[in-house]
Nanobody, 131 residues
């Protein structure tokens, strides 16, 4: 059974850091495409950062480039999102998603997929950046 479980969200002050974790089960993370997405109140869900076996690259949205880092721990079958220099506009529910069926997209294409383009979603973890 495939499952994605996010953790690590919370309340942090502007300029602070958090590390989100996405623990995967039922498939091997380094064989497919995994991404972090976020949805702020009243806004559409957006791709934040993705990593894919298709191209071996990591993709970052312009809004987080230089501040966020995506990584994988294959031994733990977990994908992380290290978030530094957090801003109030980073406040959102952060979701982990996986694409494991059919053609595996590149990291950039993965982040551009909509909700229905993914095979699996986690339930999300809330990140609040506020003083």
């Amino acid at each position: 059974q495939v499952q994605l479980v996010e953790s690590g969200g919370g309340l942090v002050q502007p300029g602070g850091s958090l590390r989100l974790s996405c623990a995967a089960s039922g498939f091997t993370v380094d064989y497919y495409a995994i991404g972090w997405f976020r949805q702020a109140p009243g806004k559409e869900r957006e791709g934040v950062s993705c990593i894919s076996s298709s191209d071996g690259n990591a993709y970052y949205a312009d809004s987080v480039k230089g501040r966020f880092t995506i990584s994988r721990d294959n031994a733990k079958n977990t994908v992380y999102l290290q978030m530094n220099s957090l801003k109030p506009e980073d406040t959102a529910v952060y979701y982990c998603a996986a694409k494991i069926r059919g053609r595996i997209p590149t990291s950039q294409d993965m982040c551009a997929l909509d909700y229905y383009g993914m095979d699996y979603w986690g339930k999300g973890t809330l990140v609040t950046v506020s003083s």
